[in-house]
């Protein structure tokens, strides 16, 4: 069987063992297709399950009574959704697909398991859902203190960082299925405001987007326009990688919470 995008992910985090990929795997154990625009998860539903993106890409929104949208968030393949919502009863924000998806539901008990026998897979979790704050504070920052061209100019690095760590990344393409009103919600901008600035990339041969693809003519330029905060998506993993690692039993893998123990390798 092929890795799937979340064991790829966290694989190049930390180095995963057998047993350690055959847990995540069996989180991907029940794919759910949905078509572009459908609602995955509702606003204000109730919240017992997380997902893992299989295939394509997903937004988070907040819809206001006004009908004006934020995205607040954008998922990739490989990403594990809902690590902001674990705390609560009711879904913070609106998961709808944005190209045609495959996500794989798992119920957040499972969590249980991970954390309490699974240290490493533990930390790697924990690396994540801080990486998905960093990004949202840095999204704060582009909000507060960055003109039109260096939100649209970040926002394309940002994806092209994150999308190496998932399936599909191309030498100087980034995919990019949002639309002009999409990135307007995700960036605070107006959908006229983005197709201003994405001609004038175009005219200056920085960037070419077209037809849900962002072509990279100028890297250099890019980043220079960007002004872009290098350090917000570099993980540091040196305190989890002398932890044990995972040994997998049938009682984890079907997502049984309360039956016994695992099994630990010996001499940690």
Known sequence: MTDSCLVQSYDRIVGLSQAES????????????????????????????LFVVSSGWCISEI???????????????????????VAFARRLSTLRAVT?????????????????????????????????EAILSERIFDLGRRDALARVCHFLLEIQDRLKDSCSMGERDIQMPLTQQQLADALGLTSVHISRVIRRLREMSVVDIRRGNARILDPTRLRTLARKNEE?????????????????????????????????????
């Open 22 to 49: 055959s847990f995540l795997r069996s989180l991907e154990e029940h794919p759910t297709d949905f078509a572009a625009g459908e609602v995955i998860a509702a606003q204000a539903s109730h919240c017992d399950q």
């Open 63 to 85: 819809a206001a009574d006004t009908g004006q949208c934020q995205i607040i968030d954008v998922h990739l393949p490989g990403d594990i959704i809902g690590t902001r919502e």
């Open 100 to 132: 045609s998806v495959t996500v794989c539901p798992f119920p957040r008990r499972r969590l249980n398991a991970m954390f309490r026998d699974a240290p490493r897979l533990s930390g790697v979790f924990v690396l994540i859902a801080m990486r998905r």
């Open 232 to 268: 917000y998506l570099e993980l540091d993993t040196s305190w989890i990688e002398s932890t044990s690692g995972l040994s997998v039993t049938p009682s984890m893998l079907d997502g049984n919470p309360d039956a016994a123990s695992m099994e630990r390798p010996s001499g940690g």
